[in-house]
């Protein structure tokens, strides 16, 4: 595991321990990385006892990186007292939100386990390195790739889940496919929250004109495919 000064706000005493559970329990080995970082967290590589290799998503327990956490609490429906709890709450959401997704058949890491601030998933890449971020590898067909991503906001979207804060940031490219990655902004779909899955399809729209693509299929009728309610 890093010792580095560069992670004392990641490895806390309760998150230690948390990664300690999970050695204990078979879930993860040592940690190797990080593989990638984001607003809230840091992406670990492991291996299980096994062999097979898993990321460790790490929620921070840092109250500055989670300023918006009490919005999308309510957003949720989730109500939780003491900034510990509210960050294992998150936690729990997106292990929830995300494992919904995968058994839709989106592609997303497949979530094996959550304790706590710590979330065990399918690593997407290999020996140890990450797959691509979309936006800095577009070695792909666009127009594959559109219907992809695009059938997979409507899908979740048909299901009641928003993705929240979809981009090519937030997509790997795996062998020339899509793989969606962070899931820690998702939200159930209704009227207060149209503006998310508005948000969604409109990054991805820009990013596939940016891209050269010809066709883009219009926003009002993917909100319209979606639910007609909206």
């Known amino acids: 595991m890093p010792r580095s000064k560069t992670f004392e706000h990641v490895f806390d005493e309760k998150t230690l321990f948390n990664i300690h559970k999970l050695e204990s329990g078979g879930y993860i080995g040592k940690l190797l990385g990080p593989v990638g970082t984001g607003k809230e967290s840091y992406i670990f590589y492991s291996t299980d006892p096994n062999g097979r290799e898993v ?10 990186a989670f300023k918006r956490i009490p919005t999308y609490l309510r957003l949720r429906g989730t109500r939780s007292s003491g900034f510990i709890k509210r960050i294992n709450d998150w936690t729990r959401y997106e292990f929830a939100f995300q494992s919904r997704a995968f058994s839709m058949g989106i592609k997303t890491p497949e979530p094996y386990r959550v304790y706590e601030n710590l979330i065990v ?101 993917l909100l319209g495919e979606i639910d007609q309610t909206l």
């Open 55 to 64: 990321a460790v998503k790490v929620h921070r327990h840092d109250i500055n």
């Open 121 to 221: 998933m399918q690593f997407i890449g290999g020996d140890c390195v990450s797959a691509p971020q979309a936006i800095r590898d577009t070695d792909f067909d666009i127009n594959a790739w559109y219907d992809e991503i695009i059938g997979s906001i409507v899908t979740m979207g048909k299901k009641g889940l928003i993705h929240g804060d979809l981009s090519p940031y937030n997509i790997l490219n795996y062998q020339g496919k899509p793989y969606i990655i962070d899931f820690s902004q998702a939200v159930k779909l209704t009227s207060l929250t149209k503006g998310y899955l508005l948000r969604d399809i409109r990054n991805i729209n820009a990013w596939f004109e940016k891209l050269g693509k010809s066709t883009i299929t219009d926003e009002k009728d």
